[in-house]
């Protein structure tokens, strides 16, 4: 089995920039597709699939597999880029990402890739999935986990919330749930489209363990999931706090990179940008 | 008179014997959709999921990814119009073993009104790429057709009515080799072929009497399946007798009246022709047997339409 996991943060913080650098590349030969809230989930997946979760390449049904839901569908780039660089499928896919006759479509479909655990694209819906899921395991009695990540501005979908009433009702710890809390959907700030606070408050009084961290933080992160799998009788929620478009400068923070590639020029720049932030890394004893 | 719905809830209590990966859902409905009968019998196996049906759905299709065989109950107005989108993605585009099986469908629902009466269900799940849709016309074909249901892979829906029917098929052995995919011929006949699907056979062998006594043939077609549409048995029809009346507890937009025309104009079969159905209006609330005479959806009507068709 291809050596993919590990515990060395620094090497995780490559792994990292490789998945971002993945991402800038696929979108922009794709000409389409959503930038922003794929750079604020990298460090999430990568603490996931390069260390907490179990789950293996070569086995990509094993009925005792950890899953990861991407309820956030258009963030397919870097839920791609982590499967291809854990050994799901060959790195050259990723450039084929939006093509015609491509299994890498524009959301992804459980059906095409291995390691894609459900098809997602239309909001909303990827936490039901995981519940579907917790409950088969607990029927079965086995171990494996469920982790779903969600949009903020997903929450605004009604089935977040009756999926949160379920996964609390049944008692299912074994779903861990995250918000890529990043304050931007394409309309704006989600503030100001549709209020979100208090999410902490709001969680809460469905019956969830909320636990908040910083979502570029990969221990800080992986700490998190820890303290979420060991938590019992209710299933637990992680906010991510993250910034929208993290790791290319002029894509921090800017909604108009929710849904738009990068030109050539900002291609370059943030390409150039990603290996400056690569080197400093590999500099590191 | 047998209603459907018990049948339903009996051959679940039957399958989850076999079936041990047999899972059942409900939208707090239970006791009309007759699931409770398995909720009594394997409660570890019965999901109560409230009033929400989107979660159920998806949540059906993530059992099934793990190998479960979920059976998703409700009434049919909230099992498709209501979710329809979760349907499309994680059901029917995944190809996720999900049974969809709604009661309450139509308008004999009656005094509920329209906002319970679903009139387009069938157009909406056939419309699904990789969606199979029956309409089972009694307590005993429903019987047959769930068992199949729970053998055969793939996503497929069912909708029965609300209420008690008449048995079409009193024993078992009538339906022997009952097929999803494959209509039945339950009446010869060389006059007129009428194509019917759930609660609208009994309807149609009523009016095969009525036309038998005044020297009109008519074939009578059970198409429990309306998609996949058996083509074969459509043309046949088409071939070998004057006319065809389809008739179904639905929209004539979409369901099966609407198939067997797009079959005939693509095969460029020339023959009379008619939709027996909901002509694209929403009906009101009433007691079912004055719906259904009031929006033409008995034998009666059938009758007066299969002699006009006839005639022309």
Same mark, same amino acid.
């Given at each position: 089995?291809?050596?993919?996991?590990?515990?060395?943060?620094?090497?995780?913080?490559?792994?990292?920039?490789?998945?971002?650098?993945?991402?800038?590349?696929?979108?922009?030969?794709?000409?389409?597709?959503?930038?922003?809230?794929?750079?604020?989930?990298?460090?999430?997946?990568?603490?996931?699939?390069?260390?907490?979760?179990?789950?293996?390449?070569?086995?990509?049904?094993?009925?005792?597999?950890?899953?990861?839901?991407?309820?956030?569908?258009?963030?397919?780039?870097?839920?791609?880029?982590?499967?291809?660089?854990?050994?799901?499928?060959?790195?050259?896919?990723?450039?084929?990402?939006?093509?015609?006759?491509?299994?890498?479509?524009?959301?992804?479909?459980?059906?095409?890739?291995?390691?894609?655990?459900?098809?997602?694209?239309?909001?909303?819906?990827?936490?039901?999935?995981?519940?579907?899921?917790?409950?088969?395991?607990?029927?079965?009695?086995?171990?494996?986990?469920?982790?779903?990540?969600?949009?903020?501005?997903?929450?605004?979908?009604?089935?977040?919330?009756?999926?949160?009433?379920?996964?609390?009702?049944?008692?299912?710890?074994?779903?861990?749930?995250?918000?890529?809390?990043?304050?931007?959907?394409?309309?704006?700030?989600?503030?100001?489209?549709?209020?979100?606070?208090?999410?902490?408050?709001?969680?809460?009084?469905?019956?969830?363990?909320?636990?908040?961290?910083?979502?570029?933080?990969?221990?800080?992160?992986?700490?998190?999931?820890?303290?979420?799998?060991?938590?019992?009788?209710?299933?637990?929620?992680?906010?991510?706090?993250?910034?929208?478009?993290?790791?290319?400068?002029?894509?921090?923070?800017?909604?108009?990179?929710?849904?738009?590639?990068?030109?050539?020029?900002?291609?370059?720049?943030?390409?150039?940008?990603?290996?400056?932030?690569?080197?400093?890394?590999?500099?590191?004893? | 008179?047998?209603?459907?719905?018990?049948?339903?809830?009996?051959?679940?209590?039957?399958?989850?014997?076999?079936?041990?990966?047999?899972?059942?859902?409900?939208?707090?409905?239970?006791?009309?959709?007759?699931?409770?009968?398995?909720?009594?019998?394997?409660?570890?196996?019965?999901?109560?999921?409230?009033?929400?049906?989107?979660?159920?759905?998806?949540?059906?299709?993530?059992?099934?990814?793990?190998?479960?065989?979920?059976?998703?109950?409700?009434?049919?107005?909230?099992?498709?119009?209501?979710?329809?989108?979760?349907?499309?993605?994680?059901?029917?585009?995944?190809?996720?073993?999900?049974?969809?099986?709604?009661?309450?469908?139509?308008?004999?629902?009656?005094?509920?009104?329209?906002?319970?009466?679903?009139?387009?269900?069938?157009?909406?799940?056939?419309?699904?790429?990789?969606?199979?849709?029956?309409?089972?016309?009694?307590?005993?074909?429903?019987?047959?057709?769930?068992?199949?249901?729970?053998?055969?892979?793939?996503?497929?829906?069912?909708?029965? =009515?609300? @209420?008690? !029917?008449? /048995? &079409?098929? #009193? *024993?078992?052995?009538?339906?022997?080799?009952?097929?999803? %995919?494959?209509?039945?011929?339950?009446?010869?006949?060389?006059?007129?072929?009428?194509?019917?699907?759930?609660?609208?056979?009994?309807?149609?062998?009523?009016?095969?009497?009525?036309?038998?006594?005044?020297?009109?043939?008519?074939?009578?077609?059970?198409?429990?399946?309306?998609?996949?549409?058996?083509?074969?048995?459509?043309?046949?029809?088409?071939?070998?007798?004057?006319?065809?009346?389809?008739?179904?507890?639905?929209?004539?937009?979409?369901?099966? =009246?609407? @198939?067997? !025309?797009? /079959? &005939?104009? #693509? *095969?460029?079969?020339?023959?009379?022709?008619?939709?027996? %159905?909901?002509?694209?209006?929403?009906?009101?609330?009433?007691?079912?047997?004055?719906?259904?005479?009031?929006?033409?959806?008995?034998?009666?009507?059938?009758?007066?339409?299969?002699?006009?068709?006839?005639?022309?």
């Amino acid at each position: 089995m291809k050596h993919f996991k590990t515990t060395d943060i620094n090497e995780l913080n490559l792994i990292a920039v490789k998945i971002r650098k993945h991402i800038i590349e696929m979108l922009y030969r794709a000409k389409s597709g959503h930038p922003g809230g794929s750079l604020s989930a990298v460090e999430a997946l990568v603490a996931l699939y390069f260390n907490h979760m179990n789950h293996n390449p070569e086995k990509p049904y094993d009925p005792d597999r950890d899953r990861f839901i991407l309820s956030k569908g258009h963030a397919a780039p870097v839920l791609y880029a982590a499967l291809a660089e854990c050994g799901y499928f060959d790195i050259k896919e990723l450039k084929n990402l939006r093509q015609i006759e491509c299994k890498l479509q524009g959301h992804p479909v459980c059906t095409y890739v291995p390691g894609v655990e459900a098809s997602t694209g239309s909001l909303g819906h990827g936490l039901s999935f995981a519940n579907g899921v917790a409950l088969a395991g607990k029927l079965d009695k086995k171990n494996y986990k469920v982790y779903a990540m969600m949009g903020d501005g997903e929450t605004g979908e009604g089935q977040i919330w009756e999926a949160a009433a379920s996964a609390s009702h049944y008692k299912l710890d074994n779903i861990t749930a995250m918000i890529d809390r990043n304050y931007l959907q394409i309309d704006g700030r989600t503030e100001d489209v549709l209020r979100l606070e208090s999410v902490r408050d709001r969680w809460s009084a469905f019956g969830w363990n909320v636990i908040e961290t910083e979502g570029h933080d990969i221990e800080k992160i992986i700490k998190a999931l820890k303290e979420a799998d060991a938590h019992k009788k209710q299933p637990s929620l992680i906010v991510l706090h993250t910034v929208k478009g993290k790791g290319v400068s002029f894509m921090e923070n800017n909604v108009d990179f929710h849904g738009v590639p990068p030109n050539e020029m900002e291609y370059k720049l943030a390409i150039e940008e990603l290996n400056l932030i690569q080197k400093k890394l590999e500099a590191l004893p | 008179m047998v209603n459907p719905r018990n049948a339903y809830g009996e051959t679940l209590v039957e399958l989850g014997k076999k079936h041990p990966n047999l899972v059942v859902l409900d939208a707090d409905l239970s006791k009309s959709t007759k699931t409770i009968m398995f909720a009594k019998e394997y409660p570890e196996r019965f999901f109560e999921m409230g009033i929400a049906e989107a979660n159920m759905i998806t949540t059906a299709a993530g059992l099934a990814s793990c190998g479960k065989l979920p059976f998703v109950s409700t009434f049919a107005v909230f099992a498709t119009g209501r979710v329809y989108d979760q349907i499309r993605l994680d059901i029917a585009y995944s190809r996720a073993n999900v049974k969809i099986f709604a009661t309450h469908g139509g308008i004999s629902v009656g005094k509920d009104g329209v906002s319970h009466q679903m009139i387009e269900d069938i157009a909406l799940m056939r419309a699904l790429p990789n969606m199979t849709v029956i309409a089972p016309s009694d307590a005993t074909q429903t019987r047959e057709l769930v068992k199949l249901m729970a053998t055969k892979k793939g996503p497929m829906y069912a909708r029965v =009515g609300r @209420a008690n !029917a008449p /048995l &079409i098929y #009193e *024993k078992k052995n009538d339906l022997n080799n009952i097929q999803i %995919g494959k209509g039945m011929t339950v009446i010869d006949g060389s006059d007129i072929s009428i194509i019917a699907c759930g609660t609208m056979v009994e309807p149609a062998l009523e009016a095969q009497e009525t036309l038998k006594k005044e020297g009109i043939k008519a074939r009578i077609i059970d198409m429990h399946t309306i998609k996949p549409l058996d083509e074969k048995l459509v043309t046949q029809c088409a071939k070998e007798t004057n006319a065809i009346i389809t008739a179904e507890e639905h929209s004539v937009i979409g369901g099966l =009246g609407a @198939a067997v !025309a797009e /079959l &005939i104009a #693509e *095969k460029n079969i020339c023959t009379k022709f008619y939709r027996l %159905g909901i002509r694209d209006i929403f009906c009101e609330s009433g007691d079912p047997a004055d719906l259904l005479e009031k929006y033409e959806l008995n034998s009666k009507h059938i009758v007066r339409k299969a002699k006009k068709l006839l005639k022309n």
